[in-house]
């Protein structure tokens, strides 16, 4: 068992952390205090391979394991956590164009959307079904060779300013329920589509978040994804490797967050002594790096467990969704209090890391329902001396 990174891996990473510190770091406070959907930042991720970096070779992507992908995000969470958990939504919902979309999809969107020339949203929560994503009620009616979609979404990341919406809609009966939903790739300014307002939020204030309608929206046929049916299954494809990205995000704000925490304790004096003196708050430092260690840890083996298409790797991601998302925040808000009053106020980034981090224990499956997969599969025969 060989924990260290091979030579691509460590070029994939010094490659996204110079990216971050040039491209990223320098206006993610101007990003979240002015609400800038940092569009030109996109492209230029995209030429580096950021916006495909798990869809096939053949649409132009870079095919990575997503240990790789885990390891670049993390890095650009370090320059700016919110455009990088979009970065990870964007490449989620692209993998799945790329990988079920007919032909004809993939040929209208593929080539923009991992070049970052086209932004895609995902779009599974309903302002009735969050958690219980299988109730969704949002449908599309089979009408000749057009389908009509109706309903809403909500929280959806970008929605207003990307371009194709990856969407779940009920083509079956909702007594079917998830059996009963298919995926598909909207047009962001098909005709029956609109936005709702830009959402106030506590973070991730660099990409916009809007509920969107759909009233009698006419979409081609051929932009279902897979079959019908198969859209449940595709969410959580996608949501098994979504889990695993944002929760490389939080360890990448975590990681911020231990790196200013440790200069500031060389720097900041009380009692004629640098914080970096005091043996509790030396003992704090130490508590962060261990369960951020930890962390990073967990998410690579789930990471793997995805890329040898292990049985159990939606328990394991699960697993290091939880605790990874936990221990990012714990450590940005423990960071914030080694800052005292410094840490609270907007001149310094802990109280933006700790604001962008936060979310994180909330979406992409809500940290509860991670111990309701974990405890599903735990509570099955066999299943302790697997699971290990």
């Known amino acids: 068992m060989n924990f260290l990174l091979n030579e691509d891996q460590l070029a994939f990473q010094d490659a996204a952390r110079s990216f971050a510190a040039g491209e990223m770091k320098p206006y993610a406070s101007e990003w979240d205090e002015k609400k800038i959907f940092p569009k030109a930042m996109f492209k230029k991720a995209g030429e580096l391979g950021f916006m495909g970096m798990y869809c096939p070779e053949d649409v132009g992507g870079m095919n990575l394991p997503r240990l790789d992908t885990s390891i670049i995000l993390e890095e650009l969470a370090v320059g700016c956590t919110s455009t990088a958990a979009f970065i990870s939504i964007h490449n989620m919902a692209s993998w799945m164009i790329s990988t079920w979309g007919t032909e004809s999809t993939k040929q209208q969107w593929c080539d923009d959307l991992v070049m970052g020339q086209k932004l895609a949203s995902y779009c599974l929560t309903e302002p009735g079904a969050g958690s219980d994503a299988g109730s969704l009620?949002?449908?599309?009616?089979?009408?000749?060779?057009?389908?009509?979609?109706?309903?809403?979404?909500?929280?959806?990341?970008?929605?207003?300013?990307?371009?194709?919406?990856?969407?779940?809609?009920?083509?079956?009966?909702?007594e079917e329920g998830a059996k009963g939903i298919s995926a598909f790739a909207v047009p962001a300014d098909l005709a029956g589509v609109s936005y709702g307002k830009n959402e106030d939020k506590m973070g991730w204030n660099s990409q916009p978040t809007r509920a969107i309608s759909f009233e009698n929206a006419k979409l081609p046929a051929d932009c279902l994804l897979g079959a019908e049916g198969e859209g449940f299954k595709i969410a959580m494809k996608g949501l098994d490797g979504g889990r695993i990205n944002i929760a490389s995000c939080s360890i990448g704000a975590a990681q911020a967050c231990i790196d200013l925490s440790q200069a500031y304790m060389q720097e900041r004096k009380q009692f004629g002594k640098p914080l970096a003196a005091f043996q509790a708050l030396q003992f704090k430092l130490a508590d962060m790096v261990t369960e951020l260690v930890a962390a990073r840890q967990m998410i690579r083996l789930a990471a793997s467990k995805i890329d040898i298409n292990d049985p159990d790797k939606s328990t394991y991601c699960a697993m290091a969704k939880r605790f990874a998302t936990d221990v990012g925040f714990n450590v940005c808000n423990d960071a914030l209090q080694l800052h005292g009053g410094y840490g609270y106020i907007k001149e310094y980034p802990i109280e933006r890391y700790m604001r962008d981090a936060r979310v994180h224990q909330i979406l992409e499956g809500t940290n509860e329902i991670m111990r309701v997969i974990t405890a599903r599969r735990i509570l099955e025969e066999g299943a302790t001396n697997i699971i290990r």
């Open 137 to 174: 009620r949002t449908t599309a009616k089979k009408d000749g060779d057009y389908y009509l979609l109706n309903g809403s979404k909500m929280f959806i990341s970008g929605a207003g300013e990307t371009d194709v919406l990856v969407v779940m809609a009920r083509t079956g009966s909702q």
